[in-house]
């Protein structure tokens, strides 16, 4: 281990590369719980057995993939807000878009995102978009999210008119929220505790707060008879290979129903997410601090994550991306990929906690939703409020994903908005008004988009 990952070099050993990588690990289990509010039954609609495998075996791959061959701490998982968003596609179109062909869609995005990578266009995409666009995508997401699981842990409510709700978006429909009744509902109850004990934990720093917040949550749940134990009655704690997703993406229906927009937005969504997440962490990690090493690391680790997208799609689970989690490692001390590997090992070995993990309810991983709905919050300090030309733009960009629920619908105006008032801003004099000619590639597919489309 020493040569391979060559730990001296990098002044570390491994007992502190283990250990971080553990850190890793408790840092962002709960996706392995919470993913399946967006990608089972209650969501998109895949069996919640083979969503937790697609979860645990694309995530323990795909990270180990990026230890061995870039030998960086950063470990991967599927992405909260593209798992949001695949839950959109699918109960929007009212059943013309199966699971199946929305994994086709994603399956299609890791190609497109390898040819961008390869060709080196996607540093080139990174350019054209600026920067407060990017934060305004990261923090609208996380609104996005955060509605869903005040929605699914009933603390919010919605009234139907004519049909919709905020979890099952229908074109023209429209809904009024209200505050849940904690009194006579135990699951909304339930959901409040645990929304309060992850922010306690959050307080305190505790390491794997949120996952330690849903296990602890789960269990409250018990007396008060929202958790339900009878799944663990005879359940088999030799990983289950029924009801899995594996294979069963449908490339021909992606292409079939007219999914390119969808395609694009997953590929769109992904590239700054990872790009953001790459360069935090590896520079955290000191792994910049060489300029021509540090490019050919990140290029590696772009491919390997470009790659992931695919392979996570064919185990059947949406858009797998780098975590920012993974920095919990880094400041336990990991600087190779002994942390990414000894993390991915952990998640191939979560397999045999699916029985508990599938007993767990929706009131006890709700809550974290909203508590990532708060971290990814966080970045609304650095849009550059004082310009209008920059603030506008973000603020449509934040404020229509959770008000139209469509991720799509934000991202779309906030590229509008943004070439508009760049033209006007010119007639100002100012100097920072050139729009990258991407962007204009960008403006003139949503225009056409929308006026034969429709809005989502």
């Given at each position: 281990m020493e040569r391979f990952f060559k730990l001296k070099e990098h002044g570390t050993n491994v007992r502190t590369e283990i250990i971080a990588g553990l850190t890793t690990f408790m840092t962002m289990a709960y996706i392995l719980l919470v993913n399946n509010l967006f990608l089972g039954p209650e969501g998109a609609g895949i069996p919640q057995e083979g969503v937790f495998f697609a979860t645990a075996v694309g995530a323990g791959l795909v990270t180990m993939a990026m230890g061995f061959f870039v030998n960086i701490p950063v470990a991967l998982a599927p992405g909260m807000g593209l798992n949001a968003y695949f839950m959109t596609v699918v109960l929007s179109s009212n059943g013309a878009i199966t699971w199946q062909a929305a994994l086709g869609a994603v399956f299609i995005s890791g190609i497109v995102f390898i040819i961008l990578t390869v060709t080196k266009v996607r540093q080139m995409l990174l350019t054209a978009v600026p920067n407060n666009l990017k934060i305004a995508i990261t923090v609208g997401i996380g609104l996005f999210i955060t509605i869903v699981g005040l929605k699914l842990g009933n603390i919010v409510t919605a009234s139907i008119n004519p049909g919709t709700d905020i979890t099952h978006p229908v074109p023209g429909g429209a809904f009024n929220l209200g505050l849940g009744n904690f009194v006579e509902n135990k699951d909304t109850l339930l959901a409040i505790i645990g929304l309060f004990l992850i922010?306690?934990?959050?307080?305190?720093?505790?390491?794997?707060?949120?996952?330690?917040?849903?296990?602890?949550t789960t269990l409250i749940g018990i007396p008060m008879g929202v958790t339900d134990l009878s799944g663990l009655s005879g359940a088999s704690w030799i990983p289950s290979f029924d009801n899995l997703a594996v294979g069963q993406m449908d490339l021909k229906g992606a292409l079939g129903i007219g999914l390119i927009e969808v395609i694009f937005i997953f590929t769109f969504v992904e590239l700054f997410d990872t790009f953001g997440t790459l360069v935090g962490t590896a520079g955290r990690a000191g792994l910049l601090k060489n300029k021509e090493e540090g490019e050919k690391k990140l290029g590696k680790a772009m491919l390997v994550d470009a790659g992931g997208v695919s392979a996570g799609a064919f185990l059947g689970t949406s858009t797998i991306t780098a975590f920012v989690e993974s920095t919990s490692g880094v400041a336990e001390g990991g600087r190779t990929g002994l942390t990414a590997v000894t993390t991915g090992v952990l998640f191939i070995l979560a397999l045999f906690l699916a029985p508990i993990a599938l007993v767990?309810?929706?009131?006890?991983?709700?809550?974290?939703?909203?508590?990532?709905?708060?971290?990814?919050?966080?970045?609304?300090?650095?849009?550059?409020?004082?310009?209008?030309?920059?603030?506008?733009?973000?603020f449509l960009t934040i404020i229509l994903m959770p008000f139209t629920g469509g991720i799509a619908n934000g991202i779309s105006a906030g590229i509008i908005a943004y070439v508009v008032l760049a033209v006007f801003g010119k007639l100002t004099g100012r100097t920072d008004t050139k729009v990258h000619w991407l962007m204009w590639i960008l403006f003139v597919i949503i225009l056409i988009r929308y006026a034969f489309l429709g809005a989502e």
């Open positions: 922010a306690i934990l959050m307080v305190l720093k505790l390491k794997g707060a949120l996952l330690i917040g849903i296990v602890l767990v309810p929706s009131a006890a991983t709700a809550p974290a939703l909203v508590i990532v709905g708060v971290l990814m919050m966080s970045q609304v300090r650095d849009i550059d409020w004082d310009d209008f030309m920059q603030a506008f733009p973000a």
